[in-house]
């Protein structure tokens, strides 16, 4: 999930296998954004690590 500043909520599902490269893809894509910085608990996300590696959890 992202939330903008607008407060549009933007979510996906992936597998927790799954690396994240694929939804910060897809988010880029989706709103055509050439440069972003993807954030979890503070701390910057690389595209190779998964939701496994991070020990993410739904909430």
Known sequence: MWNRKDRNE???RIK???PLKK???AY???????????LFDG???RAEQ???ELRY???
């Open 28 to 38: 880029c894509d989706r709103l055509e954004m050439a440069s972003i910085a993807f």
């Open 57 to 59: 959890r739904k909430r």
């Open 23 to 25: 939804l910060m893809n």
């Open 50 to 52: 998964t939701p496994h």
């Open 10 to 12: 933007v979510f996906f």
């Open 16 to 18: 927790s296998s799954t």
């Open 43 to 45: 701390r910057r996300l």
